[in-house]
T-cell receptor, first 114, second 115 residues
Framework: EAGVAQSPRYKIIEKRQSVAFWCNPI?????LYWYQQILGQGPKLLIQ????????DSQLPKDRFSAERLKGVDSTLKIQPAKLEDSAVYLC????????????FGQGTRLTVV | AQSVTQLGSHVSVSEGALVLLRCNYS??????LFWYVQYPNQGLQLLLK??????LVKGINGFEAEFKKSETSFHLTKPSAHMSDAAEYFC?????????????FGTGTQLKVEL
């Protein structure tokens, strides 16, 4: 079974530029998560989708971050414009259902903003 | 609201010694609890989970954890540490809330295994 796919693995951009990350979850998984993991910290949930609807985006900085999950399958996360403090690993995860079921993680995208 | 507290950001043990990583949770609804491991430059991998039923949960690589409701704890243990166990470990909690099921992570514990 293929795992959660993310691209790119690494990205370096200058502040005020824009960047997009892509995630393809495990086939059939209804729930998709985007997490931000700053160095030395635990993952912080940015947004959670159930199929193509948003369940939780309370910690998404909506003035610069946006995410979509068209057709309830793959998803993109965008940052525009980027700030230095956005440097982090962005993790995508999916689960068959929400809550109580295992979330499977991709390898993440390491973003460096200079 | 849910939260997780992991005591000790760094734990060091000798190879062959007991591993004990502490996790306390807060949840207003019956929790589901998880332990994940993260190796350098990798995503998170599930070690074990508690949903319902038996409170002692066995996971991969010889790890186990016990759900203690009275202590709101879910500590991770392994009887004998191996060098390959060196990694970062995250405790997480989720549960059914009005806003859906959100998986909330602790700040992590870096495990170092010494010869």
């Amino acid at each position: 079974e293929a795992g959660v796919a993310q691209s790119p693995r690494y990205k370096i951009i200058e502040k005020r530029q824009s960047v997009a990350f892509w995630c393809n979850p495990i086939s059939g998984h209804a729930t998709l998560y985007w997490y931000q993991q700053i160095l030395g910290q635990g993952p912080k949930l940015l947004i959670q989708f159930q199929n193509n609807g948003v369940v939780d985006d309370s910690q998404l900085p909506k003035d610069r971050f946006s995410a979509e999950r068209l057709k309830g399958v793959d998803s993109t996360l965008k940052i525009q414009p980027a700030k230095l403090e956005d440097s982090a690993v962005y993790l995508c995860a999916s689960s068959l259902l929400a809550g109580g079921t295992e979330a499977f993680f991709g390898q993440g995208t390491r973003l460096t903003v200079v | 609201a849910q939260s997780v507290t992991q005591l000790g950001s760094h734990v060091s043990v000798s190879e062959g010694a007991l591993v004990l990583l502490r996790c306390n949770y807060s949840s207003s609804v019956p929790p589901y609890l998880f332990w994940y491991v993260q190796y350098p430059n990798q995503g998170l991998q599930l070690l074990l989970k508690y949903t319902t039923g038996a409170t002692l949960v066995k996971g991969i690589n010889g790890f186990e954890a016990e759900f203690k409701k009275s202590e709101t704890s879910f500590h991770l243990t392994k009887p004998s540490a191996h060098m390959s166990d060196a990694a970062e470990y995250f405790c997480a909690v989720s549960g059914v809330t009005g806003g859906g099921n959100k998986l909330t992570f602790g700040t992590g514990t870096q495990l170092k295994v010494e010869l």
